[in-house]
C-alpha cells in the first residue's frame, strides 16, 4: 500500500499570499497518477488537478500542481477568501488507491 | 450534467447489513468505474471499493474486504454497495464517485454523500 503524507497540517496565510502543500508518498507513484482534491465544510470534495500537473475542468488557473515519483506539490499562487477548505491528495496507481490526511488551508 | 445521488444510509447495529445504492445520470455510466470512499466524523477521506465499468473487475481496501461487495447494475445506471458484518469503525459518509475512465483513474464527479452510522 502506498502512504502519503501532507505537509504542513494547517497552513495560515493572507489573502494574496501563496501556499504550498505538499504530498510526499512511500513508493513512487507510476505514471504519476496522483490528484488533489478540494473539500470545503459541509461539501463532497472537488478535483483540482490529476496526472500530478492536469488542471481538472473549471478550475482556476491559481491552482497548479506539480512534481514526479515521490514528491508532489500543489499550489495556489494568490489565495482567495473562498479557498478556505482542507486539501487532500490521492494517488490512483495501485489498489488500494489511498489519500493523504488533508492540508487544512485558513484565510488570515 | 453529471449527477450522482446516493441513498441507503442509515442508523444500524454492530453485525447489521445495509445497501447503498447511487443513482446516477448525465453521462454514459457503463464507460466509467467508479467508487465508494468514505469519510468518518471529522477524519479524511477513505478509499473503500471500486468497480470498472463492466462490473468485471472489483477492489477492495483491506478494511472492508470480506464484508462489503460492490457491483453495478449498467442497464440501470445504478452503482451498489452491499454492507455485511457492520461494525462501529464504519461509521462515515459514503460518497460515489466516478473514476476518470472505464478502468479507473482520478475521481472527477462526487455525489454528496450518505451518512451510515453504526450503532447500539
Known amino acids: 500500500e502506498i502512504v502519503l503524507t501532507q505537509s504542513p497540517g494547517t497552513l495560515s496565510l493572507s489573502p494574496g499570499e501563496r501556499a504550498t502543500l505538499s504530498c510526499r508518498a512511500s513508493q513512487s507513484v507510476s505514471s504519476n497518477y496522483l490528484a488533489w482534491y478540494q473539500q470545503k465544510v459541509g461539501q463532497a470534495p472537488r478535483l483540482l488537478s490529476y496526472?500530478?500537473?492536469y488542471r481538472a475542468t473549471g478550475i482556476p488557473d491559481r491552482f497548479s500542481g506539480s512534481g514526479s515519483g515521490t514528491d508532489f506539490t500543489l499550489t495556489i499562487s494568490r489565495l482567495e477568501p473562498e479557498d478556505l477548505a482542507v486539501y487532500f491528495c490521492?494517488?490512483?496507481?495501485?489498489?488500494?488507491?489511498?489519500f493523504g490526511q488533508g492540508t487544512k488551508v485558513e484565510i488570515k | 450534467e453529471v449527477q450522482l445521488l446516493e441513498s441507503g444510509g442509515g442508523l444500524v447495529q454492530p453485525g447489521g447489513s445495509l445497501r447503498l445504492s447511487c443513482a446516477a445520470s448525465g453521462f454514459t455510466f457503463s464507460s466509467y468505474a467508479m467508487n465508494w470512499v468514505r469519510q468518518a466524523p471529522g477524519k479524511g477521506l477513505e478509499w473503500v471499493s471500486g468497480?470498472?465499468?463492466?462490473?468485471?473487475?472489483?477492489y477492495y481496501a483491506d478494511s472492508v474486504k470480506g464484508r462489503f461487495t460492490i457491483f453495478r447494475g449498467n442497464s440501470e445506471n445504478t452503482l451498489f454497495l452491499q454492507m455485511n458484518s457492520l461494525r462501529a469503525e464504519d461509521t462515515a459518509v459514503y460518497y460515489c464517485a466516478r473514476a476518470g475512465g472505464p478502468g479507473g483513474g482520478a475521481t472527477d464527479y462526487w455525489g454528496q454523500g450518505t451518512l451510515v452510522t453504526v450503532s447500539s
Open positions: 490521492q494517488q490512483y496507481s495501485s489498489s488500494p488507491w489511498t
Open positions: 496526472g500530478a500537473s
Open positions: 468497480i470498472n465499468s463492466s462490473g468485471g473487475r472489483t
